[in-house]
């Protein structure tokens, strides 16, 4: 009686509801959304994760109309795509810095397939990415990512979600805030670049016979090099600071 219980119309509304919100996890936050994890792991972990929270669920009205059940299934996953947007925008500023620091180092040509994304990025920009991604699993950020997920349970009932003003200018400064992180944390070795550039344009004035082609971008991607690896330890505190920010963040613009 107990499992035709759990078949009853509220329970697979619940059902239906937690399925979607711990979709929008794997679906959008950092981690998670790998694209190297195969879709049929990724669909495991949300059966799973859906299962082991069905009893902290609470369902707050019970529609009965099919346009009111796909909009509450809409917001559900609406809250996975602003909680991970927000986690998202801080690797997003790394990659920003990797592409400017590889623009001023000559590497722009040098892309590969980023296996996150998919897309063509610079070599520095996925050393920034990786190393980042490896820190926040040394520091179990995703740990405290389902805990926000079991927290929002309790807080915020199926079904019962809707962005708030807050939050959308949240993001927005949260998408200001990257443009400028980014150009904060390339900012030592465009500024040794632009050193170099004027050194190099010196020596060429007082020795036309020096070879800039032959001579200068080595010498200026040896020194883009050493700052960057000097900077290196710096950045990942950066990074580190603002993803727990973020995190922190979360519980006081959903809660």
């Not at 690797?91 to 590497?107: D, H, K, N, P, T």
Request: no cysteine; charged share 10%; hydrophobic share 60%.
């Amino acid at each position: 009686m107990e499992i035709l219980g759990l078949l009853g119309q509220e329970s697979v509304y619940k059902f239906i509801l937690l399925f979607a919100r711990i979709s929008g996890l794997v679906a959008f936050f950092p981690f998670f959304n790998h694209m190297r994890i195969p879709i049929v792991v990724k669909t495991s972990i949300v059966l799973l994760l859906t299962l082991f929270l069905t009893p902290y669920a609470t369902v707050t009205v019970l529609p009965h109309e099919m346009v009111s059940i796909t909009f509450a299934i809409t917001m559900e996953l609406m809250l996975g795509f602003i909680a991970g947007l927000l986690a998202y925008l801080v690797f997003a500023a790394l990659e920003i810095a990797g592409q400017q620091i590889s623009f001023v180092m000559g590497f722009t040509m040098a892309s590969v397939i980023d296996p996150q994304t998919g897309v063509n990025t610079p070599l520095v920009s996925q050393v920034f990415t990786m190393l980042a991604l490896v820190l926040f699993l040394a520091l179990d950020g995703h740990h405290l990512i389902l805990l926000f997920y079991h927290h929002s349970l309790g807080e915020i009932p199926l079904g019962s979600f809707y962005p708030t003003a807050n939050m959308w200018s949240y993001i927005a400064k949260a998408v200001m805030s990257m443009f400028l992180f980014g150009f904060i944390l390339s900012f030592p070795i465009k500024a040794l670049s632009l050193l170099s550039d004027i050194i190099f344009g010196m020596l060429m004035k007082t020795m036309p016979q020096f070879n800039l082609l032959v001579v200068g971008f080595p010498i200026k991607i040896m020194l883009s090099y050493v700052a960057m690896i000097a900077s290196l330890g710096s950045i990942m505190i950066i990074f580190k600071k603002e993803i727990f920010k973020v995190l922190n963040d979360l519980a006081l613009l959903f809660f």
